[in-house]
């Protein structure tokens, strides 16, 4: 009965594809989760605890410091695995995500001051995080998703993909719907919790998988921080 579920649902994947996928699913579950209970949540906090006239300038400024974090990220690119590319993240933004929850608690610089002004740091800081969050992450998630697939299985496990994705998205909005209920420190709680289980589903990922992982990354080419923008110019289609 459940091959038969099974390929009503991927058609031809196989057992091994599944479980596979099945990670890969879980992953991008927790990731598509995390960010769809912050990013929701950024600019509303940022106009409570800075103020609405302060908005483009957040804008402004994610877009300048994402150029040197995308620099930095790139080196990383070519100095660690991808895996653990997903450990160095996830475990920065868990913990930025929880210093956030705790933060918001504090009555002096939390939601309980209820004045804005331009020098709550707070602010600013959370802004920052889910913009480079979501620049960041979503990338490397399909970057690994490539080097440990080929194209046939790709072509019968990326469905899976998706709908982890679906469900993390839909999920994570139905708590922000009742941020009332949970608050919105919880909230954070919880986005980092989907950081931490990406970190966990990842391990298990590699010590299933460890030998495409390591084969993939050995053999990638070493890349500068500018290399998008050398492809762009030398690649007419692009």
């Not at 589903?201 to 070493?222: C, G, S």
């Amino acid at each position: 009965v459940l091959s038969k579920i099974r390929h009503h649902l991927w058609g031809d994947l196989t057992k091994e594809d599944l479980k596979k996928f099945g990670f890969l699913a879980l992953i991008f579950l927790c990731l598509t989760g995390s960010y769809s209970i912050v990013h929701p949540l950024k600019e509303a906090l940022f106009a409570r605890l800075v103020g609405p006239t302060y908005l483009p300038y957040a804008k402004l400024c994610s877009v300048l410091i994402l150029i040197p974090l995308l620099f930095g990220y790139a080196k990383l690119v070519d100095a660690l695995k991808k895996y653990q590319l997903f450990y160095v993240l996830g475990s920065l933004y868990a913990l930025a995500y929880v210093i956030i929850a705790y933060t918001l608690t504090l009555p002096a610089i939390g939601l309980a001051n209820t004045q804005p002004d331009k020098t709550r740091l707070l602010g600013w800081f959370l802004y920052m995080c889910v913009e480079s969050f979501g620049a960041i992450a979503f990338s490397l998630f399909w970057s690994f998703v490539v080097s440990v697939t080929d194209v046939e299985s790709a072509k019968r496990g990326y469905p899976l993909l998706i709908a982890g994705s679906q469900f993390g998205g839909i999920l994570s909005p139905e708590l922000v719907k009742r941020a009332s209920y949970f608050g919105i420190p919880f909230l954070f709680i919880i986005s980092g919790l989907y950081a931490i289980a990406i970190l966990i589903f990842t391990k298990l990922f590699i010590y299933n998988y460890n030998t495409h992982a390591h084969i993939r990354d050995d053999a990638k080419e070493t890349t500068g921080p500018i290399e998008g923008i050398r492809l762009l110019l030398s690649r007419p289609f692009l």
